[in-house]
């Protein structure tokens, strides 16, 4: 289920790219070596197996901003991390609910969207499972 091909409007003070013109935004510039300064190194290694699989799904841009690392397919996000003090936090969405113990919290977010959270503690997390809900999220948003 694809969506419209959507503008690309670049932010010409920060250069982050977005689906709508003048899309509101903060400019602010981070980096995700910002989001891992002072963690344990094995959370970045786990984010650093998640975008590998990720990118193994299509084209693939990760977004660094203040709070969050957003993962874009073409020009939609389909999900997204937040780095915490023991887990990297992953939320994407999906068409319907996925019932799974390792899915912590779901969140209706439209008629035919699902936003769900995963807590990930080592790279061994990143796997056929979690994949396969991450491939549907991307397809969806794709």
Known sequence: MGRRAAQNWKCPNCGRAFAK??????????TVEDHFR??????KKTFDRLVARLGELGPLRVDAVKSTIHFFASKFCFGGVYVRKDHVRLSFLCEDAI?????????????????????????SDVNE???????KSYKLQS
């Open 38 to 43: 002072g963690k344990p190194p094995v959370l």
């Open 129 to 135: 499972r979690l994949m396969s809900w991450l491939r």
């Open 21 to 30: 013109n003048n899309q509101w935004h903060s400019c602010e510039v981070h």
């Open 99 to 123: 019932q799974d113990t390792r899915i912590v919290r779901t969140l209706r977010v439209g008629p035919r969207r699902v936003g769900h959270r995963v807590k990930l503690t080592s790279p």
